[in-house]
């Protein structure tokens, strides 16, 4: 039986790459793939490519429980070497006590990544559209 299944197939390997440099593009280009090279970000983006407005200042600790406190925010994280990961809202209040308050860095602070659990932190900026971006220093 198998030896009909191989005997049925093309001799020749060269259809099966000829889409190979095509899905390879849109493999790059396809935003859901995207990744973070560099960290401060130029700019951040949703899956469906789309950029989101511009970095409007670093901020500290309590300047995001204000945010938190009096408006809507979306939290995205932000580390080389991975894709952006969107918070979901419902899961805010967990991953800002779990997670990202005890890995604040104060901005315009000196960083001692030891003195952070596990040896990381984030340093955080808001953005347009109350976007909070955490940016993980390991």
């Known amino acids: 039986m198998i030896a009909g299944i191989i005997s ?11 889409c190979l440099p095509a899905l390879m593009y849109r493999l790059l280009m396809d935003p859901r793939f ?15 490519g789309s950029t989101i407005g511009r970095r409007i200042r670093m901020v500290g600790v309590n300047e995001v429980l204000d945010l938190i406190e009096k408006s809507e925010v979306e939290f995205v994280v932000a580390d080389i070497g991975k894709g952006l990961h969107w918070i979901k809202t419902e899961d ?13 860095a104060e ?10 659990p596990d040896a990381y932190c984030y340093l955080v900026s808001l953005w347009e559209g109350n976007v909070v971006l955490l940016e993980r220093h390991h």
């Open 34 to 48: 995207r990744i973070v090279t560099q960290i401060p970000l130029s700019e951040l983006w949703c899956s469906d």
């Open 8 to 18: 049925k197939a093309p001799l020749s390997l060269s259809g099966a790459f000829c």
């Open 92 to 104: 805010h209040y967990d991953f800002w006590k779990n997670e990202a308050k005890p890995h604040f």
């Open 107 to 116: 901005p315009n602070t000196r960083i001692d990544l030891t003195s952070f």
